[in-house]
C-alpha cells in the first residue's frame, strides 16, 4: 500500500466530525511547502545573527502587553 493510499484510508476512518480539522491541516501543509526553498545569503545571515542575539540575551522581544494591544486594535 503507497503512502497516498495510507492517507486516503485514514481520511475514510475519521469520524465526519473531523472532517473539517483535516481539510484545515490538509489545506496548510499545501500552502506551506513553497518553504521548502532554501535560505538566500542575506536571509541565512539574518537568522544567524537573530539567533545570536538571543543566545547572548540582546533579544528583548515585544512585550506580551504590546501584543494583546496591537491584536485587540484590529
Known amino acids: 500500500m503507497s503512502l497516498k493510499d495510507k492517507l486516503h ?3 475514510d476512518k475519521l ?3 473531523e472532517h473539517r480539522a483535516a481539510q484545515r491541516f490538509l489545506e496548510f501543509l499545501c500552502a ?3 518553504y ?3 535560505l538566500s ?3 541565512a545571515a539574518g537568522s544567524d545573527q537573530a539567533w545570536q542575539d538571543h ?3 540582546r533579544d528583548a522581544g515585544v512585550p506580551l ?3 494583546r494591544r496591537k491584536l485587540s486594535a484590529r
Request: hydrophobic residues 25%.
Open 32 to 34: 506551506f511547502r513553497g
Open 65 to 67: 502587553e504590546e501584543v
Open 41 to 43: 545569503p542575506e536571509e
Open 9 to 11: 484510508s485514514l481520511v
Open 15 to 17: 469520524p465526519e466530525s
Open 36 to 38: 521548502d526553498e532554501p
Open 55 to 57: 543566545v547572548e540575551g
